[in-house]
């Protein structure tokens, strides 16, 4: 599992947003939120939901890295991938049957991270 620091940025519409290290602004539905403008939360992914890819997407979530190692372990590959603002690498998980899935990037070569919405889980600070 990743854990990412953020912060609770509500704006007074159905949609409040968390800013979170390494992972930038994520637009969350405020009935979600369960906290105050302000407060602190743990933003977690599972490796399996982030998606490395060649180039930004045209839509969605993103976030631009550098690969570090892979081990190819069975039918999956997992990677970590270093961002900008977060300290520990991203652990990302990838079936080697996929094309594009990252498996044949040499360490440091840049590499996207794409995620869903509805991968992102808001967890308390404590």
């Given at each position: ?111 996207w991270l794409s995620w869903s919405a509805d991968a992102v889980v808001i967890?308390?600070?404590?």
């Amino acid at each position: 599992m990743n854990f990412f620091q953020g912060t609770v940025r509500r704006n007074g519409t159905a949609t409040g947003m968390i800013e979170t290290e390494g992972l930038g602004a994520i637009s969350v539905p405020v009935d979600q939120l369960g906290k105050a403008d302000g407060a602190s939360v743990q933003v977690a992914l599972r490796p399996e939901k982030f998606t490395p890819l060649d180039k930004k997407p045209v839509d969605g979530l993103a976030v631009q890295g550098r690969m570090g190692t892979t081990a190819h372990l069975g039918e999956r590959s997992s990677h970590y991938v270093t961002i900008p603002g977060k300290s520990d690498p991203v652990a990302v998980s990838t079936t080697n049957a996929l094309n594009g899935s990252g498996n044949n990037r040499a360490p440091d070569a840049p590499v996207w991270l794409s995620w869903s919405a509805d991968a992102v889980v808001i967890l308390d600070a404590d």
